[in-house]
């Protein structure tokens, strides 16, 4: 039987055919992807909030405990404390961490306009030049003009001088939101880079880089999200007599702060191997919120990584039960033995990050992951197949899983290396038993 629905041989273990959800999902666009505050600020790979939004209906009941272990900015979250959930969260990346708490906390929106008016006065108001304020990025000039460099720092002094708390951290969502934008990258562009094309364009006058008309004009769309959250949350609060609670807990997917057993269902959508610097994706927003760490080690820890040092993968042996990791390690090694030990270092990875949802998880609880399938070095990773492989030596049984195409670009991550992902897999893993090989 077929692990997916392209005509793909049967498996040995009968394992059902995917259901194809393409026509349920293909029809959200546009505000039904972003309602509330889901859109409040851009984020790579980002899955619609259907998806998970189906599998906490699907797999829980109200007053379930949901964990997302890559929450990346927080859709799983909001998603679960819409439908009477509590929720926990955790990422790695400190951006994800304040779009997550930014977009999941209700906000009174008159108190919030309250202070939205003067702090965009004094920002108007401001005539000194705060060019001294902007941060030590490197290469600054090569990304900012002098006076978008000086209007940044004119909307951050005001920012950074309010109080500490929900709002300003709402007022910093809504200034890093615009960085990028007044920056001189390509805003199509995943990472960073300031391109042909943008050039061509900066010379034909056809970009903007007003940088606190930006922001002001930001700040008053993103107050109308924050009404609709707002609106959103007192629904939850009548509906499920209180609102749920959501924890943004830990950095580690692959070791969870949260104890044995106490969570009902995770859902996430985890990172490709070595498909997005996801470290780089946000490196500017970073600079400006001065949440940039040691970069290269951040880099280095995330699950998906390209980095690897010639000591880890020098003494390492491509070795694995798992017959389909092998198949691309062996492909991979005969082109660069680093390239084979950061594949294998990505699932094992996974394989860690499954043992530990095995443990937090309840008994007979169900862990949903939304894969695709990217290309490294011209080599395609059939990570659906290898995932479900490594669910098997977690203790994980794998009841079904569901198919669509992905239609949503802006939500999708870059095709690098001829990676272009068409379909996403839902994997829908119950637990059955305490993990039984601790190797890949």
Known sequence: MSLDSQGDPPDRRGLAKPVDLSDEFGKYIGKQVSYATHGIHRYPAKFIPQIPGFCIQKYSKVGDRVLDPFMGSGTT???????????????????????????????????????????????????????????????????????????????KKHIWGMRKGDQQDFFKICFSSIIRKMSNSDSDSLIPEVTS???????????????????????????????????????????????????????DAREISLEDSSVDLAVTSPPYASAVHYVSVHK?????????????????QVVGTSRAYVSE?????????????????????????????IVYKYFEDMRRNFCEV?????????????????????????????????????????????????????????????????????????????PTDDRL
């Open 77 to 155: 979250l909001l998603e679960s404390y819409i439908l009477g959930r509590h929720s926990y969260g955790v990422d790695i990346h400190p951006l994800a961490n304040m779009i997550a708490k930014v977009k999941t906390t209700p906000l009174d929106p008159g108190r919030l306009r309250a202070s939205a008016e003067p702090l965009l006065e004094a920002i108007r108001s401001d005539g000194s030049d705060n060019s001294a304020l902007a941060p030590e990025i490197p290469n600054r000039d090569h990304w900012f003009k002098p006076e978008v460099l000086a209007d940044l720092a004119t909307v």
């Open 197 to 251: 094309f943008r050039k061509k364009l900066d010379a034909q006058g056809k970009t903007s880089f007003e940088a606190i008309p930006k922001f002001e004009n930001t700040v008053r769309n993103k107050l109308l999200d924050a009404e609709e959250l707002w609106r959103v949350s007192k629904h939850v609060e009548k509906e499920y007599r209180g609102a749920p609670s959501v924890s943004i807990i830990g950095k």
């Open 284 to 300: 500017l927003e970073m600079f400006w919120l001065d949440l940039m760490p040691d970069m290269a080690h951040l880099d280095g």
């Open 313 to 341: 993968y020098r003494p390492w042996e491509p070795k694995t039960s798992v017959p389909e990791l092998k198949a691309v390690m062996d492909e991979l090694v005969e082109t660069e033995k680093k390239s084979a030990y």
């Open 358 to 434: 095995n443990r937090v998880l309840k008994r007979h609880g169900v862990y949903c992951v939304v894969v695709g399938e990217n290309t490294f070095r011209k080599v395609r990773i059939p990570t659906y197949r290898i995932l479900a492989r490594i669910a098997d030596k977690c203790g994980f049984e794998l009841e079904g899983a569901f198919v669509y195409d992905v239609i949503n670009r802006h939500l999708d991550i870059p095709r690098w290396n001829d990676s272009r992902i068409e379909r996403d897999h839902i994997l829908v893993m119950r637990r059955r038993r305490n």
